[in-house]
């Protein structure tokens, strides 16, 4: 057990938010896990509120399903206390779902003061609540949630029992705008989870660089593959796999057609480690070779990511949006070099995402904080400058078609950047060169 980082994730996770939060009256703070969907008999995938990740004192924290932890203020020797309820031991449930830590471990491994039975909640939980000032996102609805699974979950349920109906009492605020503050600037310990991240993503990369694939699938599996065996716990999203005109939809995740020969192909990819994500973007030849015009706009392209990288850190008194207009300037003036038209609203459709986003335990981690405050050491950043060309004739012929952008993880520091991901090459010398040693 890393004590350095145990003793860091308790007091940023645990500890902090009672600096943070007002202490003139009673507070308290409550996080639930969160699921994914995906299920196999009677068991669900589960990844816990990232939060829930941070104050459980391990790397990389606890993560399993029916849970639910408070920190309250109470009379102790720190001010606080950690409750945990989450599922007993279970032998019989435990052959067939795996094994559970118990409320033992709760208290011996993850560091709660009081560890409760789940089955308990509705029983144990009033009383923490009651007269309390609650901060939780657990009552947060689901984000656009589509026609269809409005029609499927039906009318709601009665909130009588329910820590809806329990918390419509009291005093609720939302606890992201909190953690938010807490989670953007990262410790030595988290950034160090960070770097492995980036690191064994980055091999990923450059090995899947040096092979040919025959279609988006088999490039995904192998990348899927690679992440575990170079060290990772896997995916940290759905990759973006998008060979030639793919490339057009930022958002493309089908991932199911065949590469060609003479085409581009984006890869939008990253993994886990301790709960950390790292985010990385390529393009590359399938056949190992750019063409001329690939290499312009590519070489473009990187010029402006390497212009971005290059102002990722706190000296230079930068926010993500204006980090964003000098990608958006930069790529302008290198567009019209190469014979674009970048007048009215065409940057809006060569250039329509912006030039990067926090990232953590989420890949968009601190929903929601503004892009114009000051970047500062320990934020941890990507940067993703692209351009995206219509087969149309609005563009010069040679361009039609292509897709390009480049992404790295940063973390962001007093006089330079910390790149995060630099073992995925990104010169078209050492790209080409993968495919010819």
């Known amino acids: 057990m890393n004590v350095e980082l145990d003793l860091q994730s308790h007091y940023q996770g645990v500890a902090l938010p009672f600096y943070l939060l007002p202490i003139s009256r009673p507070d308290l703070v409550l996080f639930s896990t969160n699921f994914i969907s995906s299920q196999t008999f009677s068991t669900s995938l589960v990844r816990c509120e990232d939060i829930l990740l941070n104050i459980s004192d391990r790397n990389p924290g606890f993560n399993e399903p029916e849970a639910l932890a408070v920190i309250s203020r109470e009379e102790s020797e720190l001010g606080y206390k950690f409750h945990l309820f989450l599922r007993p031991k279970d032998d ?10 118990g409320l033992q471990a709760a208290q011996d491994v993850f560091n709660a003061d009081e560890a409760h039975d789940v089955g308990r909640v509705a029983s144990i939980l009033p009383s923490l609540l009651e007269g309390q000032t609650v901060y939780t996102d657990a009552l947060r609805p689901e984000k656009r949630p589509s026609a269809f699974a409005q029609f499927m979950k039906g009318s709601r349920q ?9 918390l419509k009492s009291e005093n609720v605020k939302p606890l992201g705008p909190v953690m938010n503050a807490l989670r953007l600037v990262k410790s030595e310990a988290e950034i160090l989870n960070m770097r492995k991240a980036g690191r064994l993503s980055g091999r990923t990369y450059t090995n899947a660089m040096k092979q040919s694939y025959q279609s988006e699938k088999d490039l995904w599996n192998d ?21 030639g005109t793919n490339g057009l939809s930022i958002h493309y995740v089908r991932n199911d057609a065949n590469l060609i020969d003479g085409e581009l192909v984006l890869v939008d990819a990253g993994g886990e480690y301790g709960g950390y994500i790292t985010d990385i973007t390529r393009t590359w030849p399938v056949n190992g070779k750019f063409s001329p015009a690939q290499k312009d706009l590519y070489n473009m392209v990187l010029a402006v990511q390497r212009s971005c990288v290059s102002l990722c850190r706190e000296d230079a008194n930068m926010t993500l949006d204006k980090l964003h207009r000098v990608a958006d300037q930069g790529l ?3 567009l019209r070099h190469l014979g674009f038209n ?3 609203s065409n940057m809006d459709v060569l250039f329509p995402h912006h030039v990067g986003h926090y990232i953590g335990l989420d890949v968009h981690d601190a929903p929601g904080y503004p892009r114009t405050d000051a970047l500062k050491e320990g934020h941890c950043i990507t940067m993703e400058p692209g351009v995206y060309v219509p087969n149309d004739d609005r563009w010069p012929e040679h361009f039609r078609g292509m897709a390009i952008r480049i992404e790295d993880s940063i973390c962001v520091t007093k006089e330079h950047p910390f790149v995060l991901t630099t073992e995925a090459v990104k010169e078209v010398d050492d790209i080409e060169a993968l495919r010819s040693s």
């Not at 019989?92 to 830590?101: L, N, P, V």
Request: proline content about 2%.
């Open 92 to 101: 019989t449930a435990e052959i067939w779902d795996g094994a559970r830590s």
């Open 342 to 344: 970048t007048a009215g």
């Open 223 to 243: 990348m899927a593959y690679g992440f575990k065996k170079n060290g990772l716990d896997g995916e940290a999203y759905v990759p973006v796999i998008a060979g």
């Open 158 to 166: 009665s909130e009588s029992g329910t820590l809806q109906g329990l």
């Open 332 to 334: 302008r003036d290198g």
